[in-house]
């Protein structure tokens, strides 16, 4: 019986296999989907896994009673079993599942594939609802909008670090203002309707020039020829910047967690060069997760540069703490962020308390799916979101709209 | 009025190309029959009698003149050159092949429109009052709640796979025009003692086997606390709600069999639970988001005007036609020298609830010349101008005579509200849409109808009742006798604040039957009404069913004659409606 996870298929671990119905004992519980969650409540702290059954896919009890064992403070994991269909699968994580066992035969007829591609789901109104649609917007925006409020900036340096990844910077606009964190769209002044897409702006913003870190998709519609950029082009920069990975969305707390994937390292090399960081948080834990060793390279000379900086360098040295992994490439520390704060590996080599609402900040930046799962490890420890409008324990941003 | 802006738009396309991914996976063997059905039903594609039938949502009611027109294109050029509009502000499309209804909702999705869970086990497209944001009697305008509720219930990831569908509605104004007490929840905005904003949250009514009248589960709740509120109903009915019966899988029967006290208590419970939880799905909206919503139901620019109108009065004068349609197709606006007009859809010897392509790119012309490029399609399958000025009226009653949209009957006996029945629908036991000509034709005279005043005949072609002849004064519920089409009627019923479900009259008619039988309770009401002020439902609440029945069943003495010995399904239809 295959196990459907957020990194695809996967066979179950053997400790967990024998959970059947006649095995239930005092760490895992198998409910059907009439059970009543209320019988499990004063019980739920010393669980490890609890299975909920699915008699047929139409028979949408489980994900309530998913969302209710979670509403009561359930941490442990959660299993759907039994007949959810790939088209649930986005469903089922929202609610609360950890993962879904499916039948051999399910499997064959709706392949991985088609559990990955459930889940991209661009946009989702209760995203919005909670605030978090903005970022989203300006960039879908910039796909159809024409370009009057553009700056036209010249590029002064361009350095490539792998086939996929480059940096660059332009000069900055003196009448241009954003805050350490923020994104801002910038395109090329290649076809009368230039393509806009968004990025965060890597360096602070006391900076005379703009840095940008970029992928390089092949065949992207701005990329592929953003990649070509050399010094003394003109790349277009718009008037407004915006965001929510601003230390300003943030209550004031002891410690700031900045977690990164990808490009999404880019808005944090902004942040760790800003003095007002440093004044508001006694430690700034940085991590940053990418598949090879190389593409760690941008986040590490961004750490070197905060640590010589003539205006926080001193600050940097005393509290930015460097946390980089590898999940493809063999090296020292491998893995996702995510299994890394779920065994408290990045506690425990760090010397720090796992995340605690009362001195635990943080910031995610980082692709949809790592957004999503970090973001359930931060509420399972009690953090809560903020945003502009209403700051709180932890903000996000996606590092790009799939 | 709501517009969509990128978001929304990524969203129903999205929507779009999953529903085409899932069509391929269904061809391909990646889901089965059965796993496909609620996928198609979610997406608003039914398998009907002839063919597949698309509904599209019209949320709350509301489209502009672009929508109006996309519409009239898609039926012309997908479907028979015309479309239906239904009881819940949808509009159905009858004829679509199954291999274009991703490029129509491709070319909903260019006007932002969707058919998004206009069928299937979920919730439904949610309506509200069609005189919203115009009416004279509004407290507050519903459309905000409504959309917001839209936004809630879109893709919802719990609410998907309920134990049946889930319909919502609210209204703004104490005179109920939205249904509210027939509907899975029903909100009634309202203001506490205090002055302050919320609702009163109605649960359980609805029409179809067994009729029931919403019951008031909480007398206030404070407006924020809406979404929160409506998540823990739905829990509870997600959880409770039965699954082993599809006809008692209804929110109203667990509300029945439960008792209002114990359901109202689960969902208080809930509720708190959920109170205390952060990061609940739906819990904190953002108040930016809220007033987002809101912006884009703010009045449009109205003109300061008198409230008299020349132009308007010397038409009116002038016209017997004009002053008639004036009469009985007018409501009161808010805005002094504005007006509420609503067009007909119900033209004599029509099928009720038909557009054809060119009426509706009149009537889109027609809002966007002077009705602020807003209309309305009332569950009374009307379509309604929200605001129009008083001095444009007659221009605009002249252009909807050239189209046969002028019919003066809104609310008069041959404003019939049918439902598809035997000619389209797969569950019909009788046709209903034939009835409801055979109706308008006879009383076809307009004085004759203006003389019987305030009348609303429904008329269903099978027990679902989506004809909503319960809450008709005079019910017709079409029934499949040995073969033979049978009419049982009810009386008494009334779909406004003070809802009742009628009450059957006896034995049913066969078809040619209908109208005389109808001609005789009319007969009967002239008779009996103190006075033409006197409406059918006032007498009937005054003197009973008693008289009406003996005019029914004039040949059986002083009691109606007990039914023949009832069908299974009028057993499960009686017995659970108590
Ligand atoms: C708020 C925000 C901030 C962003 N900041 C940055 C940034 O600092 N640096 C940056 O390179 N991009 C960033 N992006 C993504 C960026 O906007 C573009 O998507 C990217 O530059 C590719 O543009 P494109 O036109 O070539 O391809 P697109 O059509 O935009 O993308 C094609 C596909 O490539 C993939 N993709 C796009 N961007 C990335 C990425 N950064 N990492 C991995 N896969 C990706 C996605 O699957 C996407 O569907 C950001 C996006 C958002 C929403
Ligand atoms: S009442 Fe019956 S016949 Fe009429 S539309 Fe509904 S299901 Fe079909």
């Given at each position: 019986?295959?196990?459907?996870?957020?990194?695809?298929?996967?066979?179950?671990?053997?400790?967990?296999?024998?959970?059947?119905?006649?095995?239930?004992?005092?760490?895992?519980?198998?409910?059907?989907?009439?059970?009543?969650?209320?019988?499990?409540?004063?019980?739920?702290?010393?669980?490890?896994?609890?299975?909920?059954?699915?008699?047929?896919?139409?028979?949408?009890?489980?994900?309530?009673?998913?969302?209710?064992?979670?509403?009561?403070?359930?941490?442990?994991?959660?299993?759907?079993?039994?007949?959810?269909?790939?088209?649930?699968?986005?469903?089922?994580?929202?609610?609360?599942?950890?993962?879904?066992?499916?039948?051999?035969?399910?499997?064959?007829?709706?392949?991985?594939?088609?559990?990955?591609?459930?889940?991209?789901?661009?946009?989702?109104?209760?995203?919005?609802?909670?605030?978090?649609?903005?970022?989203?917007?300006?960039?879908?925006?910039?796909?159809?909008?024409?370009?009057?409020?553009?700056?036209?900036?010249?590029?002064?340096?361009?350095?490539?670090?792998?086939?996929?990844?480059?940096?660059?910077?332009?000069?900055?606009?003196?009448?241009?203002?954003?805050?350490?964190?923020?994104?801002?769209?910038?395109?090329?002044?290649?076809?009368?309707?230039?393509?806009?897409?968004?990025?965060?702006?890597?360096?602070?913003?006391?900076?005379?020039?703009?840095?940008?870190?970029?992928?390089?998709?092949?065949?992207?519609?701005?990329?592929?020829?953003?990649?070509?950029?050399?010094?003394?082009?003109?790349?277009?920069?718009?008037?407004?910047?915006?965001?929510?990975?601003?230390?300003?969305?943030?209550?004031?707390?002891?410690?700031?967690?900045?977690?990164?994937?990808?490009?999404?390292?880019?808005?944090?090399?902004?942040?760790?060069?800003?003095?007002?960081?440093?004044?508001?948080?006694?430690?700034?834990?940085?991590?940053?997760?990418?598949?090879?060793?190389?593409?760690?390279?941008?986040?590490?000379?961004?750490?070197?540069?905060?640590?010589?900086?003539?205006?926080?360098?001193?600050?940097?040295?005393?509290?930015?703490?460097?946390?980089?992994?590898?999940?493809?490439?063999?090296?020292?520390?491998?893995?996702?962020?995510?299994?890394?704060?779920?065994?408290?590996?990045?506690?425990?080599?760090?010397?720090?308390?796992?995340?605690?609402?009362?001195?635990?900040?943080?910031?995610?930046?980082?692709?949809?799916?790592?957004?999503?799962?970090?973001?359930?490890?931060?509420?399972?420890?009690?953090?809560?979101?903020?945003?502009?409008?209403?700051?709180?324990?932890?903000?996000?941003?996606?590092?790009?709209?799939? | 009025?709501?517009?969509?802006?990128?978001?929304?738009?990524?969203?129903?396309?999205?929507?779009?190309?999953?529903?085409?991914?899932?069509?391929?996976?269904?061809?391909?063997?990646?889901?089965?029959?059965?796993?496909?059905?609620?996928?198609?039903?979610?997406?608003?594609?039914?398998?009907?009698?002839?063919?597949?039938?698309?509904?599209?949502?019209?949320?709350?009611?509301?489209?502009?003149?672009?929508?109006?027109?996309?519409?009239?294109?898609?039926?012309?050029?997908?479907?028979?050159?015309?479309?239906?509009?239904?009881?819940?502000?949808?509009?159905?499309?009858?004829?679509?092949?199954?291999?274009?209804?991703?490029?129509?909702?491709?070319?909903?999705?260019?006007?932002?429109?969707?058919?998004?869970?206009?069928?299937?086990?979920?919730?439904?497209?949610?309506?509200?009052?069609?005189?919203?944001?115009?009416?004279?009697?509004?407290?507050?305008?519903?459309?905000?709640?409504?959309?917001?509720?839209?936004?809630?219930?879109?893709?919802?990831?719990?609410?998907?796979?309920?134990?049946?569908?889930?319909?919502?509605?609210?209204?703004?104004?104490?005179?109920?025009?939205?249904?509210?007490?027939?509907?899975?929840?029903?909100?009634?905005?309202?203001?506490?003692?205090?002055?302050?904003?919320?609702?009163?949250?109605?649960?359980?009514?609805?029409?179809?086997?067994?009729?029931?009248?919403?019951?008031?589960?909480?007398?206030?709740?404070?407006?924020?606390?809406?979404?929160?509120?409506?998540?823990?109903?739905?829990?509870?009915y997600n959880l409770e709600g039965r699954r082993d019966n599809k006809y008692k899988a209804r929110i109203k029967i667990l509300?029945?069999?439960?008792?209002?006290?114990?359901?109202?208590?689960?969902?208080?419970?809930?509720?708190?639970?959920?109170?205390?939880?952060?990061?609940?799905?739906?819990?904190?909206?953002?108040?930016?988001?809220?007033?987002?919503?809101?912006?884009?139901?703010?009045?449009?620019?109205?003109?300061?005007?008198?409230?008299?109108?020349?132009?308007?009065?010397?038409?009116?004068?002038?016209?017997?036609?004009?002053?008639?349609?004036?009469?009985?197709?007018?409501?009161?606006?808010?805005?002094?020298?504005?007006?509420?007009?609503?067009?007909?859809?119900?033209?004599?010897?029509?099928?009720?609830?038909?557009?054809?392509?060119?009426?509706?790119?009149?009537?889109?012309?027609?809002?966007?010349?002077?009705?602020?490029?807003?209309?309305?399609?009332?569950?009374?399958?009307?379509?309604?101008?929200?605001?129009?000025?008083?001095?444009?009226?007659?221009?605009?009653?002249?252009?909807?005579?050239?189209?046969?949209?002028?019919?003066?009957?809104?609310?008069?006996?041959?404003?019939?509200?049918?439902?598809?029945?035997?000619?389209?629908?797969?569950?019909?036991?009788?046709?209903?849409?034939?009835?409801?000509?055979?109706?308008?034709?006879?009383?076809?005279?307009?004085?004759?109808?203006?003389?019987?005043?305030?009348?609303?005949?429904?008329?269903?072609?099978?027990?679902?009742?989506?004809?909503?002849?319960?809450?008709?004064?005079?019910?017709?519920?079409?029934?499949?006798?040995?073969?033979?089409?049978?009419?049982?009627?009810?009386?008494?019923?009334?779909?406004?604040?003070?809802?009742?479900?009628?009450?059957?009259?006896?034995?049913?008619?066969?078809?040619?039957?209908?109208?005389?039988?109808?001609?005789?309770?009319?007969?009967?009401?002239?008779?009996?009404?103190?006075?033409?002020?006197?409406?059918?439902?006032?007498?009937?609440?005054?003197?009973?069913?008693?008289p009406f029945k003996k005019a029914l069943y004039p040949d059986s003495g002083s009691t109606a004659p007990n039914p023949p010995?009832?069908?299974?399904?009028?057993?499960?239809?009686?017995?659970?409606?108590?």
């Amino acid at each position: 019986m295959p196990l459907v996870t957020t990194e695809g298929f996967r066979l179950i671990p053997s400790n967990e296999t024998s959970v059947s119905a006649e095995s239930i004992n005092d760490r895992f519980v198998n409910l059907s989907g009439d059970a009543q969650a209320e019988a499990l409540r004063d019980k739920l702290a010393d669980l490890d896994l609890i299975r909920i059954e699915f008699g047929s896919f139409a028979d949408g009890r489980g994900f309530s009673l998913a969302k209710r064992l979670r509403n009561y403070g359930y941490k442990g994991h959660l299993r759907a079993s039994g007949h959810v269909i790939s088209d649930q699968f986005r469903y089922a994580l929202d609610c609360g599942f950890d993962d879904v066992e499916i039948s051999d035969e399910l499997a064959r007829r709706q392949p991985e594939a088609d559990w990955v591609s459930d889940r991209a789901t661009p946009v989702s109104y209760i995203e919005r609802l909670r605030g978090r649609g903005s970022s989203i917007v300006a960039q879908l925006k910039e796909k159809y909008v024409s370009q009057d409020g553009v700056f036209e900036q010249q590029v002064t340096h361009v350095k490539h670090y792998t086939d996929g990844l480059f940096s660059f910077r332009v000069t900055r606009p003196s009448s241009f203002r954003f805050r350490s964190g923020e994104f801002v769209m910038i395109g090329m002044p290649n076809a009368e309707k230039p393509i806009f897409r968004a990025y965060s702006i890597a360096s602070p913003s006391w900076d005379d020039e703009l840095e940008f870190y970029s992928i390089k998709v092949p065949d992207g519609p701005l990329t592929e020829h953003l990649q070509h950029v050399a010094v003394g082009d003109t790349v277009l920069v718009r008037k407004k910047a915006t965001g929510t990975l601003v230390a300003d969305a943030l209550t004031p707390a002891k410690r700031l967690y900045l977690l990164a994937t990808g490009t999404g390292m880019a808005p944090f090399a902004s942040l760790i060069r800003d003095p007002y960081v440093y004044e508001k948080f006694e430690q700034v834990v940085l991590t940053h997760s990418c598949r090879d060793h190389n593409e760690l390279t941008y986040g590490r000379e961004a750490v070197g540069r905060a640590k010589a900086d003539p205006l926080v360098g001193e600050a940097a040295q005393r509290k930015l703490i460097f946390y980089p992994t590898t999940t493809r490439e063999t090296g020292p520390r491998m893995g996702r962020i995510t299994l890394h704060i779920e065994t408290g590996e990045l506690f425990r080599s760090l010397d720090l308390p796992r995340f605690d609402a009362a001195n635990d900040r943080a910031m995610i930046c980082g692709s949809l799916p790592m957004v999503h799962d970090t973001k359930a490890l931060l509420e399972a420890a009690g953090l809560t979101e903020g945003s502009n409008s209403r700051p709180g324990d932890f903000v996000v941003e996606r590092a790009f709209v799939e | 009025m709501y517009r969509y802006d990128e978001f929304d738009d990524a969203l129903v396309r999205d929507r779009v190309q999953r529903f085409r991914g899932q069509v391929e996976r269904r061809i391909s063997g990646a889901l089965t029959e059965d796993e496909f059905k609620p996928l198609r039903l979610q997406n608003g594609l039914y398998l009907q009698l002839h063919a597949y039938m698309l509904r599209v949502a019209i949320p709350y009611g509301t489209l502009n003149s672009r929508q109006m027109r996309q519409l009239a294109m898609i039926a012309e050029r997908w479907d028979r050159g015309y479309g239906h509009f239904t009881t819940r502000q949808n509009i159905q499309f009858n004829w679509p092949k199954l291999t274009d209804t991703a490029a129509i909702l491709d070319a909903l999705a260019d006007v932002g429109m969707h058919a998004i869970q206009t069928s299937g086990n979920c919730i439904r497209n949610v309506t509200a009052d069609h005189f919203a944001g115009a009416a004279a009697d509004e407290i507050e305008d519903p459309r905000p709640t409504a959309e917001l509720l839209r936004q809630w219930s879109t893709d919802h990831p719990e609410f998907a796979f309920l134990p049946r569908k889930f319909k919502i509605a609210v209204t703004g104004s104490p005179n109920d025009r939205a249904v509210t007490k027939a509907h899975d929840i029903g909100l009634r905005m309202i203001r506490n003692e205090a002055e302050e904003p919320g609702y009163e949250v109605i649960v359980g009514g609805g029409l179809g086997r067994t009729p029931m009248v919403g019951k008031v589960v909480r007398a206030f709740l404070p407006k924020s606390d809406l979404l929160a509120y409506v998540e823990a109903i739905l829990r509870v009915y997600n959880l409770e709600g039965r699954r082993d019966n599809k006809y008692k899988a209804r929110i109203k029967i667990l509300l029945h069999e439960t008792g209002l006290e114990q359901f109202s208590a689960a969902v208080e419970r809930e509720f708190d639970d959920l109170k205390a939880v952060q990061g609940g799905p739906s819990v904190a909206v953002d108040p930016q988001e809220l007033a987002r919503i809101e912006a884009y139901f703010s009045a449009p620019a109205f003109e300061v005007l008198d409230e008299a109108d020349e132009t308007f009065e010397t038409a009116l004068a002038a016209d017997g036609t004009f002053r008639a349609w004036s009469k009985q197709n007018l409501a009161e606006h808010r805005q002094p020298g504005y007006a509420i007009a609503t067009i007909s859809l119900k033209a004599i010897g029509e099928v009720p609830g038909d557009a054809t392509a060119d009426q509706m790119r009149l009537i889109a012309d027609i809002s966007e010349q002077f009705g602020h490029d807003e209309l309305r399609i009332s569950h009374e399958q009307n379509i309604v101008l929200p605001h129009v000025r008083k001095r444009d009226l007659p221009a605009v009653f002249a252009l909807l005579q050239t189209a046969g949209l002028a019919t003066a009957n809104l609310g008069l006996i041959s404003d019939i509200i049918a439902c598809p029945g035997m000619d389209y629908c797969a569950l019909a036991t009788a046709r209903s849409i034939p009835i409801a000509q055979d109706i308008a034709r006879h009383f076809a005279d307009p004085t004759y109808a203006q003389t019987i005043g305030e009348m609303k005949i429904k008329i269903s072609g099978c027990i679902n009742a989506c004809g909503h002849h319960h809450v008709a004064h005079i019910g017709i519920l079409g029934l499949d006798r040995r073969g033979v089409e049978n009419y049982q009627i009810t009386l008494g019923g009334d779909h406004t604040e003070t809802l009742a479900i009628g009450e059957r009259a006896g034995p049913g008619f066969g078809a040619e039957e209908v109208v005389p039988a109808i001609q005789r309770l009319i007969d009967a009401y002239l008779t009996l009404r103190n006075g033409p002020k006197e409406t059918f439902l006032m007498v009937y609440r005054r003197i009973g069913a008693e008289p009406f029945k003996k005019a029914l069943y004039p040949d059986s003495g002083s009691t109606a004659p007990n039914p023949p010995a009832p069908s299974s399904d009028v057993i499960s239809f009686s017995g659970t409606a108590g």
